[in-house]
């Protein structure tokens, strides 16, 4: 197997809070291969969008990339970097597509400019040889009518439009690798659908990388041909897509799963995995996802599981890959009630 | 005999301002003169003027018939000069004086001066409706006839030593052609008086309120060409910038510097100071009616001793060494040191505040409630003390006063208010008390309408405060009607005694102006009472000009854009 | 846009309208009479008197009074000026120019230099450079004008004589000059106070703008045109500054009142001849006409003023462009 | 055992029930610059408040008019003195009495009518409401020292508590749009919907619920407030339209100097020190507290 195009080492970025040292990444690795498309996956506060962020190093203070993580593309080390060399892989070898597309626009600029921009920072084009370039590649995201739209603002745009601008934008330098972070979450059901398969198709046609990242397993599943499972600033598994869909080994992983809509299932309520993320100032020692667990035991608290090998490229930070049986016998988690510590 | 009285002025000039240093060549015409004014002149009038600036503009543009001499004489004719009438001639009785105008004097406007003009500068003067306060002072004359077109006669009612003075000092010759259309009571805010036309050895040209009044030479002048091509009066917003402008030679002539101002200008080796005896003196006066009922007395200031006892609690010489330093004496009363009438040595009421406060508590006055101000019978010894906004240094030394006033437990509140308001309370003795400066002329006998009953009543008199005292009255008339010098000033030295004692006013300052300028000008004599009196002499050496010197007069351009101001 | 410009002009024209009414209170509910000053002036002459009376209708019914008074005003009448003896409008039509001159410099260079400190600030946050520019910035913004206006008039025609003491131009000289050199003289007094009035706004706009500014940063725009690979003065001078624009126009219109004010103090302490000085000077005159000109004049300027920043805004900001 | 409840109190950081104001004034303490402003604004106020125990002489007393007029500033008159011989730092102590007085008290009257006027719009709303406000409108766009001009002209000697009224009476209508915004977004709040559902009255409502939450704009508006009245006070006073004679106020040591800047520097230059530093402080307080509330929402 050759290099793969992004490999990622024991990332560990931390925010310098009022509040105290916030982990919100702490000791992520996985790899990108070339042209593969890789899902990361997890509630909200995983550090998944962090880990996104840290890749293109547009963490803000008091965000910090801890020395001693590595992120090494196209064979450079990304974490030290000078500023112009990381400037020179944005948006050209790496670009990213955004959860919100209203946002992300500058809502005083023409959006064909704002496309076009990319081009005249990364190929040095003229002005005009940059709007066409634009031009093109908003007509290659679907968008009819693309000289017009691209002579409008973002607001006059629908968000589908929007989203598809955004994706022209992170396409334009044909980069080797996209993030693109939730890019469907704001939308209606029905654009979520035609953007999805607008990125699958476009990365054919390029060939790039991408790394999707949701709390959707369903957008995963249609997507992606690797999954990584992030739970409280680490990686708690990690298969090939159809593997862990199959044999989900982490509890939070099946926790995720459960608390899928299944279509055709008439289910009144979903199951939600009961309880919250701990607090990343204070992750708990031992296993982060213990309270939540409905298999966990003492070893869980005393000892913080690594990640097994459960099987060929399957990984799993679960204790349950040494002492399986447990998994049959389950019990309420030992959920702690809000504000009964405070008491 | 004008020509001979001339050509003696001259040597006189050359004499004590130039030393014969300078060459004759240097004496050309030109040069412009740029004074430094502390506000615009009221206005150019005469009749009705009330500032200082004013006068120093009237005085160049308007002649009278005869100017009274640098000895400032006033008795008879000694030492006047002719101006407009070339020479005079008495009366038998000495009840007339005819005066015959110079045939050659013409006006700014090409119009030669008749005599005509002079009976209506008499007539229009003394129209009651025009409401200027010299007729009170020109009593003695009973009108003017014309025999001829080059004889104006001045009949009076009786014979004084001061006739003459009467007749020529107070009234400058006014254009009857120009005048005539407007009536008496209009001649304020007329047009006429923005832009006067005299016969004067300037010329008027042009004034921009709030920044410059500019008078040109009159070439074609019957006493000849003056000597300086233009005089500017550059009018400064305050008194800061009036001395930054002098300082930095935007200006050439500064009067009435104050004392801190002397050391400023002796670090600049260009500038000059000079001292000259003023005329003027300053006081706090009372008004002695209820401003509400003019029947009554003033409920504080109706009371003589508490008068005397307000003076007694001032330190004068303290308060006039704090705001003039040596630059000014304490006022001996309503007089001034430099006439020949008035003894150095009058009897003053004394500052002694530990007497004053006895007064006070004699008198009913007692601070019952521990304020610090006396009442009696629950009013409290409180007035108010206004004062023009315009003069800093009258502020200051109404502040000055309101302190030392409080020692004795009296409470004055300092009312700053613009000069022609004052004037107008004033005037219809609508105040408490006020600061005031009188810039006497030569003759002590204004004082018959500062202070005297002639000008007690009438709202044309300048007797502001309302005292009225026959003794001091007689004791004046005397004055005025005696012929021996001695007998004169043992009167006046009765009518002063008289009025120094019954306290109408605190007497404050007598200042001894000092003059700034710079060194390339050349002054003449300053004259007591108007230190401009001979600004027609004064002369910029031509090696000495400056490019100002040399813009030629009156071709300012467009001045109507510059100042934003329109010139009919 | 036109819809909107129409309500804005009506509400312009009510404010003044209220502003009339209240200076018109002003005058009535004044203990004693505030006209009394004129018609004590010895220098008013009788028709200047009747003139006052017709404009206020002073002996008249107070109801009938008012609408006289609003109707002279509708009209452009703002009574007879007596310390000038002119009508106050022409008074303060002929001062009017020389405030705007001052103010608009004012206005451009305080805007220009604040955005630059700003810019400076945002580029470098959290540095000393930073530090020490705010602090100077709140020093300045916490001037009193006059005290300013003082300080700098005592440095730089006092203590280092650069510039002439006062007035628009060299009062004695000015008219005699050429073209070239009057218009040197006008700089050379424009330039001090000016300066002052810059300086004394432009804190405000480089706080406001710094905040703007910050405000924008975190935005997602901000993060995308990071991910182009744009460099940060890129981002700031292109991205940030345009949407930080956007708040500085309202600033411009919510300045208007401020640096009114600073030009009355200027004026009156650098002798300025604009309607600042006209106004200042009117009130030791007791010009009650003048100064209440210059109140509805100034409540018109700032009207105006607010009502153009608006049109601005609404200019600038492509989402209100549209409507 | 109380003194152990107390302990834990202060323990804990993070105590429940804590009142935004409390919290907002902890957190203007954790600043520095706040902690410096509010050290020298306690300065200022106790040199205000102690004026007669700290000013080395009397403020109005004229002790000697010849010999110690116009001092240039010496180890005896550290400020100089003025025309009349007065001491001008103590003028400027007795200023900083009068000056942090006036701007206290004027900010009372404008926070008192603000409030009034803002919550009446906001809650009464509809027609009420829009008259209101345009009426605002035309008073926020006359400036306000040209309103004071207008007004201090037409009352000539005013007193000072007149003049007190005066400037509060002008300064309340920023605020009042602030209060007015604020009680229009909580009136629909669910605990105000639940108040009126338990049958408060308006008044109750006003005064119970809705004022509580207002207590963050208004302290801000107040400080920033005094600030504003000091600046107006000296610009009036130096105007001479303001604090008559002879008393002192910080505007007014400088008018008694503006004649002479030139040469009396020092009696411009140590008031406006004082201003300045007021003003600063002021508005370092006001712009910390409006940061420390918008951080907790």
Redesign the interface.
Known sequence: MTAPLLSIHDLRTWFYTEGGVARAVDGVSFDIGAGETVGIVGESGCGKSVTALSI?R?I??PGRIETGSRIEFEGREIVTLG?EEI??????RI??I?Q?PM???????RVGD?VA??AR??AGMSKKEAWDRAVEMLALTGIPDAETRARQ?P??LSGGMRQRV?IA?ALMMKPALVIADEPTTALDVTIQAQILDLLVDLQKKIGTSILMITHDLGVIAETTSRVIVMYAGEVVEQADVDELFAKPHHPYTEGLMHSMPHIGHDQERLNVIPGTVPSPTDWPHGCRFRDRCPYSWELCEREHPPLYEVGGAHVSRCHLAIEPERRNHPHPPLVVQEGVA?A | MAALNRARLLCALLLCACVGTESQSGKSTGGTLVIAAGGDPDILVPALLSSVQAAEIVDQVYDRLANIGDSLNILNDAGFRPRLADHWTWSQDSLSIAFHIDPLAKWHDGTPVRSNDVRFTFQSTTDSTLGSGIPALIANIDSVATPDSATAVFWFHTRTPQQFYDATFQMPIIPEHIWKGVPPSAWRGSEQAKHPIGSGQFRFVRWIPGAVVELAADTANYRGAPKLSRVIWSIAPDFNTAVTRFLSGETDFFEALRPENLPEVAKHPELRLKPYRGLAYSFAQFNLRDPANHARPHPIFGNRELRRALTMATDRANLVRSLYDSLANPALGPTVRAYPTTDPNLAQIPFDLARARQILDSLGWRDANGDGIRERKGRPLQFSLAVPNTSKQRVQLAVLLQEQLRQAGVKVDVEQLDFPVLMERERKRAFDAAIGVWSTQPSPGSIRGTWGTAGSRASSGSNYSSYENPVFDANVDSALASFNPAARKAYFTKAYDTIIQDAPAIWLAEPLPTVGYHSRLQLAPLRSDAWWAHIADWWIPSDKRIPRDNAPAGTATAPAESAGRKTP | MLRYLGGRLVQAVVIVAIVATITFALIHLAPGDPFSAVMDNPNVNERVRATLRAQYGLDRPLPEQFVRYVGQLARGELGWSFSHDRPVREVLASALPNTLLLMAIALAGSFALGILIALVQVARRGSATDHALSAISLFFFSMPDFWLAILSLLAFTYWLPLFPVGGAVDPVMHDYMGFGARIADRLRHLLLPALTLTVLAAPGVARYQRAALLDVLPADYIRTARLKGLTEREILRRHALRNALLPIISLLGLSFPALLTGAFFIEKIFAWPGMGLAVVNAIGTRDYPLVVGGVILGSIMVTVGSLLADLLYAWADPRLRAR | MPGQTQDFALANPARPRESPLALAVRRLLRGRSSRVAIIVLGLIVLIGLLAPFIAPYDPSAQPDIVALKDLAPSLAHPFGTDPYSRDVLSRVIYGARLSLLIGVLATIVSLTLGVAYGAIAGYAGGWVDAVMMRLLDAFLSIPRLLLLIGVLVAWPRLSIGALVLFLGFTGWFGLSRIVRGQVLALKHAEFVMAARALGASRRRILLRHLLPNLVSPIVVAATLGVAHVIVLEAGLSYLGIGVPQPQASWGNIIQDGADQVATLWWMSLFPGLFMVLTVMTLNILGEALRDAYERRS
């Open positions: 293109l547009l803000q203070p500023d400037r020179d892989i944005r948006g050209n670009s990213m955004f919100e946002s992300a626009l500058n809502p005083v600029f704002q921009e990319v920072v990364h603002y607001h006059q955004l934008m405070a």
